[in-house]
């Protein structure tokens, strides 16, 4: 659906196409709540009220028309105008009960989101917003129609004119508010960005020595009788790759790592580059002989198949040192039970999981 001839931006230059917008979407509201209204009070209206009605329509078209030429400001103090207009024309016609009053509302927030003035100017104007209510009650509160004599019809033009503010208030909400939630949001997702940024390695994807720091202190801080496994993994003979393919094929095997323990790992693993060309790998819920089978898995995944850097292929293998986290939940004891068993692996061969 085109609805182009709402959201066209006006000739003049610097003025607030959001409130341009806002008043067109109002008008057609307002207009269709007229016709609705006319309709459900039947011919006798438009016999006993011709130029009144005439009249009013014909303006709301007008201006819905002026607002692609009209200043901002000035298309915005004849919409107010018009809506106190036609609702004092209207509450003698339908009857108070049929809640034409409650257009007022529909002044009073564009008063606050419309209106670009001093705070208060803005409350001035909904001062004199309130006073004028006050005074249409005094004057017609209860007045009774001379055209709609059906209860029925009588609720159903009150709701016709209920639903139409409501659905105004909600137009000027969100209109009014979106930038505002549009940029939290976009604020919200830059310092998740950042968040993501400051606890990610760049070269692997995987999380950096920071984050694992603060998972290994909340391992420790949180308790729980959840068992927990722990492993430290290097690259064998990592020194060899860089000095003989040089640093970039070395960067080329840490990144491919990475990626095979994003692959074969379970998805709870947190999984971080410790420093280096070692490894950090915790395992949520998992006993030392259930995530001994995970770290062979991922061994023996990292074995089968050479890694492609600069022409070459490379063939890597790792050496693990696997530890649960003790009972008190001290992660200091266990990481430095995992690295002196990866160490120890390192001692007796290399390309194993000890445990």
């Known amino acids: 659906m085109n609805l182009n001839f709402i959201t066209k931006d006006i000739s003049e230059k610097n003025e607030k196409k959001t409130v341009m917008v806002t008043l067109r979407m109002l008008y057609l509201l307002v207009f269709s709540a007229f016709v609705l209204d006319t309709l459900l009070a039947g011919a006798e209206t438009i016999r006993t009220y011709p130029w009144q009605i005439v009249i009013l329509f014909v303006a709301v078209i007008c201006l819905f028309a002026s607002t692609y030429r009209v200043p901002t400001r000035v298309s915005l103090i004849l919409f107010v105008i018009y809506l106190f207009v036609w609702t004092l024309s209207m509450i003698p016609v339908y009857g108070w009960s049929a809640g034409m009053q409650n257009y007022y509302i529909i002044i009073l927030m564009l008063t606050f989101f419309a209106s670009y003035r001093p705070v208060k100017i803005k409350f001035m104007l909904a001062g004199l917003v309130l006073l004028f209510r006050i005074l249409t009650i005094g004057y017609f509160g209860g007045i009774r129609s001379a055209i709609v004599?059906?209860?029925?019809?009588?609720?159903?033009?009150?709701?016709?004119?209920?639903?139409?503010?409501?659905?105004?208030?909600?137009?000027?909400?969100?209109?009014?508010?979106?930038?505002?939630?549009?940029?939290?949001?976009?604020?919200?997702?830059?310092?998740?960005?950042?968040?993501?940024?400051?606890?990610?390695?760049?070269?692997?994807?995987?999380?950096?020595?920071?984050?694992?720091?603060?998972?290994?202190?909340?391992?420790?801080?949180?308790?729980?009788?959840?068992?927990?496994?722990?492993?430290?993994?290097?690259?064998?003979?990592?020194?060899?790759?860089?000095?003989?393919y040089g640093h970039d094929a070395g960067d080329a095997v840490i990144r491919e790592v990475g990626r095979r323990m994003k692959a074969t790992c379970r998805?709870?693993?947190?999984?971080?580059?410790?420093?280096?060309?070692?490894?950090?790998?915790?395992?949520?819920?998992?006993?030392?002989?259930?995530?001994?089978?995970?770290?062979?898995?991922?061994?023996?995944?990292?074995?089968?198949?050479?890694?492609?850097?600069?022409?070459?292929?490379?063939?890597?293998?790792?050496?693990?040192?696997?530890?649960?986290?003790?009972?008190?939940?001290?992660?200091?004891?266990?990481?430095?039970?995992?690295?002196?068993?990866?160490?120890?692996?390192?001692?007796?061969?290399?390309?194993?999981?000890?445990?």
């Not at 959840?226 to 003979?237: C, K, P, T, Y």
């Open 149 to 244: 004599t059906d209860p029925n019809i009588d609720k159903l033009i009150q709701t016709a004119n209920i639903s139409a503010v409501f659905i105004s208030i909600i137009i000027i909400s969100y209109m009014f508010s979106r930038k505002d939630n549009e940029a939290d949001n976009k604020l919200m997702k830059y310092n998740d960005q950042l968040m993501m940024e400051a606890n990610t390695d760049k070269l692997t994807g995987l999380f950096n020595r920071r984050k694992a720091d603060d998972i290994l202190r909340s391992l420790k801080d949180e308790g729980g009788l959840e068992n927990v496994s722990l492993a430290i993994g290097d690259i064998d003979l990592f020194k060899k790759v860089n000095d003989g």
């Open 267 to 355: 998805e709870d693993a947190f999984l971080a580059r410790w420093g280096g060309e070692e490894f950090l790998l915790i395992f949520p819920g998992c006993n030392g002989d259930e995530a001994y089978v995970e770290l062979e898995r991922l061994r023996a995944s990292i074995k089968a198949e050479p890694v492609e850097a600069g022409g070459h292929n490379i063939s890597i293998t790792m050496t693990f040192g696997l530890a649960e986290l003790p009972y008190d939940r001290d992660t200091d004891v266990a990481v430095k039970e995992a690295d002196e068993k990866m160490y120890h692996g390192k001692q007796n061969g290399r390309d194993q999981v000890v445990y």
